[in-house]
Structures are given as C-alpha cells and as structure tokens.
C-alpha cells in the first residue's frame, strides 16, 4: 500500500492551526476603565484623564490618544488548579505596571503593518498564576497609546481582547514542537531522510489529537520529540543569536511615544528572562536609557541588575544611532564621547562596537574616529537593502581615509527583526556570502519599534533549535562574545576601502531642508561657544559651563538620529525639533556673547572708541569688516583677537591705484 505523503502535507498545516487554537480558553471578561488624556502622564497622575467605562468592541480614543486602563477581575472557583493568563488587546500599545509604578511587560495589538513573515508582531498574553485557587483578585494598570507599532491608527482603536482565560500549557508547547519540526521540514529537500521521518511523525502526532486536550497533546509531544531530540554533526557554521529590538527615536511617532515604547519593550525583556535562562537581551542608545533613568527609576535598576549579570548587553559606542552623512565631524566625535562615557559611569562598561544597524550609508571617515575611540568592532544591516549592487561580504575589514581599519560584520539574513524560526536560520546559512572563510555569523532576533522585541515564540523555537539535526546550531551570548571570536581570524576576511554606500533612502538628503540648515548652524555656533568657554576660563579663571553644553550638545545629537535628520520622519517630529532648535541655537549665541563681553573688559589699552574682532578658525584672517560706520581692514591671529582702533587699521592696504585706463584696491581691478 502506498505512502499518502501529498494528503500528510495538508493535514500537518491544519494540525499546527488547530493546536494554536486550543491553547488559550477564554473564561470571563475582564471590567476596564480608563482615564483618557491627549499627551502621556505619569503613573502618579494616572487618574488625571476623562474616566470612561468599556467593554471589548468599544472604541476609546484617537490617534495618538492616551489613556491609564484599570482592568479588573476574579478568578472563577472552578478555575482552581489550571495555569490562568489574561488576554488583552486594545487596538495599541499597553505597558502594564505594578503598584510601586515600576513597568512589567509591554503588550502590542494584533492587527499592524508588520512583515508576518518575521513573526507574530501581537504580545497579547499576561502571565497571572502558574496554579489557580480560585477566587484570586485581578486588578492591573496600564498606560495606552492609541497607535500601533508603526504609528498607525488601528480597527477604531477598539478593545480586541480582555478576558481571563485557561492556558493549556502542553498544548502550548506543543505548538512550538509543530511548529519548529513543520518549518524546518519545508526547508529541507524532499528526498531527505530527515524531511520524511519528521512528516511522518507529525502526522502521527496529528492521527493522536480528537479532543485537543492536555493529555492528548502530552502524548503528542512524546511522538515529536524524538525528532527533536537529534543532534546535528560538526557543524560548519555556527549562529550567534542575540535578542533585539531596534527602536528608531522618531519616526512614524513623535519622540515622547519613544519613551514609552523604551518602557514597554525593556520590560518585556525583563520578564521574559524571568522564564527563559538562556536569553541574552541586548539595547543600544544612551539616550534611551537615559529617558529610562529619568522617567522609570525603577525600571532602570532592573535593568543595571541584568546588565551586571551578564543577560543584558548595553551596545553601540554613539550617544543615539545617528545619520553618519548629513552630521558634522565633531559631532560624530560626540557621538562616540557621550555614549562611551554614558556606558562606562552607568555600568561600568567599555563599549567597544558601534552599532548601526538602520543607518542610511557610512562615512568613510568613521573607521579613524573609531579607532581613536577604542571601537574595534562595527555593526550594520543596512547594506543587505542595497537596490542595484550587491554588497560583497558579511564579515570583512572596514579601512577609512587614513587607513584606520575596523572589523565589520553584518548578519547575512539581512535583517534586525529576525524571526528565529528554522527558515531564519536556513536564509542565514544560505546567505552568509564568506562561508568559509568564516564559520560564524550574527542573528538578531526580535521585534523592534514598539513590537517588544523578542517574544515567547522566538525563545520557545530557540530552545527547540540550540543543536537540531539539519540546522546550523545555535547559541544565545551577547555580540561582543561573537566579535572577539572572529576577531582572531581577522587577517582572512578582505577589506574594503572608503564609504559604504547605501543604494536607498537617498531622497532623504534632500528634504526637511529646515532641520538640516539648524543642525549645521548649532554645531557651528557651539565650537563657537567652547572657544569663548575656553578663552575666558585659561584667561579670566572663568568657570567652564561643561553640564550645560553637554546638555545642548546631547540634545543635538539627538536630533542627529537617523530618522529625523535625513528627513524620513513624520511631520509632527519635524514642528517639535525646530522649536526646540531655535531655542537651543538661541540660548548658545547668548551664552558665547557673554564670554565674548567678559573677554572684551578684561582687553588692556582700550579706549572708548574700540572695538574687539574674534577670529574663532584655526588660520590667519584677513578681512575686511565695518566698525561704528567705518570700514576697517583687520587681520586676526588664529583662535585669537585684536583691538581695532578707531583710526583705518593698514591704510596702506586700503590705497587706491588710478591709471589712465585702471582703477585698482585690494578687492578689485578695473580697466
């Protein structure tokens, strides 16, 4: 009699859908109030908004809506004994806090924009009680923003969700053992062994299931785990799996939306350890966690506590993950500074990588301000979105204009929101373009952007997938592990010189042309204040105002992130950072006069009449410039000044020369 192998196919899917169905019971509605306001308040003002009472089906705001939910309830008697979760969904994003106002898991709706292929972007799940009593109160606070992950505005901003509910905690691992086996299975070639034994033994597990209970699904998870239970050989390649969630500061948000997307994500991160020991979560941007110390005290020694353990990997040397084109040099240079020196007083941590995975092209004057830094390792995924050309590596050497050469890696699977699944790791393997020559490459796993990063299923697949025959293996450590292996066989990987261009976004460049004219004028009119500072203090003793230009100059680079000073962000960003430039450029100018005007009372032999020139650039001027009324030829030292008198400074320079057919001075000559 024949193997059926076509009709095994259909009946796995439908397996894997059914399973995934019965894993959550919906017992009882949760009761929901909410105080709605338009901007975000804090947890102690959480009362502060328009109360309002809803049911699942209500809408309860706008676009960019905010609100503290109250979600309330019992746990039924007759639930004593089961595994108890709370299913909630609210067409946005929620951060659940706990009494002491300390964030505990963000959750995301559903519905969104997201690419399904990387994963499920939805946490909707809220772990309550591993073994019910019964009769356990329920009472929960959570701060809303109506928005998805992508800053769209979704299903009328309705409650989706909010039950109590059972969780079949067999059944649920048995979804992640269909799930890993049926897509590692599609990735391997029909005439493999390995491809036959695992259809035929979920479909064996299938023929089991007729009530899709937990007993059924236990005996149905002792079937697939003999397939996953095998081991793979000496592998030739080997995974570094690090859990991400790229945030972009701005973009199809406004900033104060970043802030709680940080809280939402950071402490999705946090409780997720709590359940899987092998996870290693990793974050980048200083400013992020400063907003975090600013605005969740409590939140942030959490994460300083992980950091020290080992689980958390603070990333990237630069204050935010900046615009490398269109930012001055000194400003990257700050860039490196700030976020170097945040990391090292915070957690005692010497950053040694800058992680840049999203940024639109690289200055190939990157590679010399990094070594200067002590940054030996660089990060992207940009490159992999190239339109025509095809980058040629994965791992190689990065040389610069003075031959400063940095190690480089991108993660061959081409994105920062990997999701973790048996095709993930296939696609890496597969595009790993210096196989070979380097047997060790990057994943970073996750759903960033407000989608909380990584999620129970990218963990649950990775502990099914650690040394799985017909997979590449894969180990969970933070990057800097990864890049100090693969350093050592640094002299095999090529090199490649000067910039790295990016083959989209390029019509950036040329818009928000407001934003861009503010960050140039500020990075010029703070040299010009540093200098004022620093004449003044080696002159008149002064005190340095270093807090205070450390303040502008971190609020600059801010502005410098890469979705808000190329111009790819919405228009919203754009009205609030010119206010906030103008106003910095403002308070710069005033604070330079001031030393300038200290500067000028304390110039000897000058009387009434004169006047002090600054020449701030590193050379010699020679200029002319106009003086109470009078034009007046000045020539100033580097980085210095002079008196100008009233009389014509070198009235010989000013001399006119007239011939018969010629008229002639210093600027012009006319025949």
Request: aromatic content about 12%.
């Amino acid at each position: 009699m024949p193997y059926f192998y076509k009709e095994y196919k259909g009946c796995i899917q439908k397996f894997k859908d059914k399973v995934d169905q019965s894993i959550y019971k919906n017992i009882e509605e949760l009761k929901i109030s909410a105080w709605i306001t338009k901007e975000p308040v804090a947890f102690e003002e959480k009362l502060a908004g328009k109360e309002i009472s809803i049911g699942i089906g209500d809408s309860w705001g706008e676009l960019w809506d905010c609100a503290w939910f109250n979600f309330k309830g019992v746990v039924p008697k007759e639930a004593a004994g089961k595994k108890i979760v709370l299913l909630i969904d609210i067409s946005g994003e929620l951060c659940l806090f706990d009494e002491k106002g300390c964030p505990m898991q963000g959750l995301t709706n559903v519905s969104s924009e997201f690419d399904l292929s990387l994963g499920k972007p939805g946490k909707r799940v809220v772990g309550f009680c591993e073994n019910a009593k019964g009769e356990e109160s329920i009472d929960i606070w959570g701060d809303a923003g109506c928005n998805d992950l992508f800053g769209y505005y979704r299903d009328s901003g309705s409650i989706k969700e909010a039950y109590i509910a059972e969780c079949l905690e067999e059944m649920r691992k048995l979804y992640y053992d269909i799930e890993v086996l049926s897509e590692l299975m599609q990735n391997l070639p029909e005439d493999c062994a390995r491809y036959h034994s695992i259809m035929i033994s979920l479909f064996e597990a299938a023929k089991l299931m007729l009530k899709f209970d937990e007993e059924e699904a236990k005996k149905a998870r002792e079937i697939l785990a003999l397939e996953l239970n095998k081991k793979g050989g000496d592998p030739s390649l080997q995974i570094s799996a690090i859990g991400h969630a790229h945030i972009d500061l701005a973009w199809l948000w406004p900033i104060r939306e970043t802030i709680r997307k940080g809280a939402r994500t950071f402490s999705t991160a946090l409780k997720n350890m709590e359940k899987y020991p092998d996870y290693i979560f990793g974050a980048s941007q200083p400013q992020l966690y400063q907003w975090m110390k600013d605005r969740y005290p409590l939140l942030y020694e959490k994460i300083k506590q992980r950091v020290k353990e080992g689980r958390w990997e603070v990333q990237g040397a630069m204050w935010v993950e900046p615009d490398t084109n269109v930012s001055g040099g000194e400003a990257l240079v700050r860039q490196v500074l700030y976020g170097k020196k945040f990391f090292k007083e915070e957690f005692g941590i010497d950053v040694n990588t800058l992680w840049l995975p999203d940024v639109f092209g690289y200055s190939a004057a990157l590679p010399q301000i990094l070594k200067k830094s002590d940054v030996d390792y660089f990060m992207t995924i940009k490159l992999s979105w190239n339109t025509i050309n095809k980058f040629p590596h994965h791992t190689f050497k990065w040389e610069g204009l003075d031959g400063s050469k940095v190690l480089a890696h991108m993660p061959p699977e081409g994105t920062y929101n990997s999701s973790a699944a048996p095709r993930a790791i296939v696609s890496a393997e597969k595009e790993f373009l210096d196989k070979g020559v380097s047997e060790e490459c990057l994943m970073l796993f996750g759903i960033g952007d407000g989608g909380g990063g990584p999620g129970e299923e990218h963990l649950e697949r990775l502990m099914r997938e650690k040394n799985l025959s017909g997979l590449a293996p894969v180990v969970q450590e933070p990057s800097r592990a990864f890049f100090d292996r693969i350093n050592k066989n640094k002299d095999s990987y090529k090199t490649w010189k000067g910039e790295l261009y990016l083959e989209k976004h390029q019509g950036t460049y040329t818009s928000q042309g407001r934003n861009k004219r503010y960050n140039r004028k500020l990075e010029i009119a703070l040299r010009e204040l540093e200098l004022a500072a620093s004449m003044s203090q080696v002159m008149l003793k002064s005190k340095y105002p270093q807090k205070e230009i450390e303040e502008v100059w971190k609020e600059v680079l801010l502005y410098q992130f890469h979705d808000i000073l190329p111009g790819s962000s919405i228009k919203r960003v754009y009205d609030e950072s010119l206010v906030r430039y103008e106003y910095l450029l403002n308070k710069v100018k005033k604070m330079t006069l001031e030393f300038q005007k200290n500067l000028i009372g304390s110039k000897d032999n000058k009387s009434v009449d004169s006047s002090v020139v600054f020449n701030s650039l590193n050379w010699e001027r020679n200029q002319w410039i106009k003086v109470n009324g009078e034009w007046k030829y000045v020539e100033v030292p580097s980085m210095g000044s002079v008196i100008v008198q009233g009389e014509v400074i070198n009235e010989e320079i000013c001399a006119l020369t007239a011939e018969f057919s010629t008229l002639e001075n210093d600027k012009l000559r006319v025949k």
